[in-house]
Each structure stands twice: as structure tokens, then as C-alpha cells.
């Protein structure tokens, strides 16, 4: 049975702990979500074959707080190949980035590239062939 001391000191607790949670500071992100040109909708790629990432740089925030950008391919929803990105390293401002297609890629229509900085962005849907 709970007196109302413990009661009061639990509500005591969670109120605080609410308090700090709503006064958590926001850090201030420039997120860059680069939109990505090519590949667009109706491009189609061969496994194996090389290719130009392309990507909107003209409209960058003043800071990015990441400037290193990564480009792995989604199949999907599903982001493929995390662990080995088409390319990486590279940087973000760049707007352009050669990828190879691996050759153990499934030919499918339901690609995107998804260009990382800050935040990811998927492109559009595109197709890989044989
Ligand atoms: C990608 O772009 C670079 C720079 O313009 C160019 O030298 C290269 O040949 C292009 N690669 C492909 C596969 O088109």
C-alpha cells in the first residue's frame, strides 16, 4: 500500500524527469538533404556498368555539419549494401560521384540511390538489367 508521501515522491520524480527531458537542448543541425538528379525515373543501369551520381548542390545550408558523403543503393524501402556503399569518402559538395553497379546486383525496377551527408535522400525509382 502506498502512503501518500511515496506518491507525491514518485509524481516528484517522473515531473522532474519530465522537466529535463522537455528542457533537453535542440542541437542546432544544418541538415543538407541533397536531392538527387540522376539516376531519375525511367533510367536504366547494367550491372557492372559505371555511372555518374548526380545531386542538387545549389542550395546548401551555410554549415554542414557533414560534409563526407556516402551513396548506397535502396532496393525498395530497403537501403541494400550498407556495408558497401557504391561510394564514400567523397565530398558532398561535390554534386557528382562515379559509381560502379556490382555485378552480383539483381536486375530489378525498383532501385534508388540514396546520396548520405548530413541525412540520407533517396532519388528516384530506377531500373538495373543483366
Ligand atoms: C563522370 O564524370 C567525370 C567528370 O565529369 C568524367 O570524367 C567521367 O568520365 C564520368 N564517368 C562516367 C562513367 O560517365
Redesign the pocket.
Known sequence: MMTPFSMTFILTIISLFMTLVASAPVSPRDVFVPPVLYPKAGTVWKVGS???VTWDVSNPPAQITNKIGRIVLAKGNLLIGLDEPLAEGFDILKG?Q?VQIPKNTKPGNDYSIVVFGDSGNNGARFTITK
Do not use: M
Open positions: 559505371r555511372h555518374n557528382r562515379e
